[in-house]
């Protein structure tokens, strides 16, 4: 198994439960880790998952698409992910947030998910 990271994606999305996020927006940071069965595979991009696409797929649901919670909208990135590349086991999503609204000086915000294709666990 190898491991194919995207990683400090930014976006400009409108996602938070407060109306004011919807409507002015901010920026997003994704990151995507995906396990994946190319090991001895050859220098086919066809035995691998093309992570332009991966990144067009991300790019498109959290700038077109509106989740109030991060939580979500990672778990949507993450199922999506799977569904759509065949030769992804594992996948990883964390959405960080890093102008969340809270009132004191932190450095970052983020939600997790991980998905498994077939049992929830490896």
């Given at each position: 198994m190898?491991?194919?990271?995207?990683?400090?994606?930014?976006?400009?999305?409108?996602?938070?439960?407060?109306?004011?996020?919807?409507?002015?927006?901010?920026?997003?940071?994704?990151?995507?880790?995906?396990?994946?069965?190319?090991?001895?595979?050859?220098?086919?991009?066809?035995?691998?998952?093309?992570?332009?696409?991966?990144?067009?797929?991300?790019?498109?649901?959290?700038?077109?698409?509106?989740?109030?919670?991060?939580?979500?909208?990672?778990?949507?990135?993450?199922?999506?992910?799977?569904?759509?590349?065949?030769?992804?086991?594992?996948?990883?999503?964390?959405?960080?947030?890093p102008?969340?609204?809270?009132?004191?000086?932190f450095?970052?915000v983020?939600?997790?998910?991980?998905?498994?294709?077939?049992?929830?666990?490896p």
């Amino acid at each position: 198994m190898g491991r194919i990271v995207l990683k400090g994606l930014e976006f400009y999305g409108r996602h938070g439960a407060r109306p004011e996020e919807g409507r002015l927006g901010a920026r997003f940071v994704v990151d995507v880790e995906m396990e994946v069965d190319f090991e001895g595979q050859g220098d086919d991009l066809a035995a691998t998952v093309d992570y332009g696409e991966v990144y067009r797929q991300v790019a498109q649901v959290v700038e077109h698409r509106r989740f109030y919670l991060i939580e979500a909208l990672a778990e949507h990135l993450a199922r999506g992910l799977l569904d759509a590349f065949d030769k992804v086991r594992h996948v990883r999503v964390r959405v960080h947030k890093p102008h969340a609204p809270i009132p004191g000086v932190f450095r970052d915000v983020y939600a997790e998910v991980e998905k498994w294709r077939g049992p929830s666990s490896p």
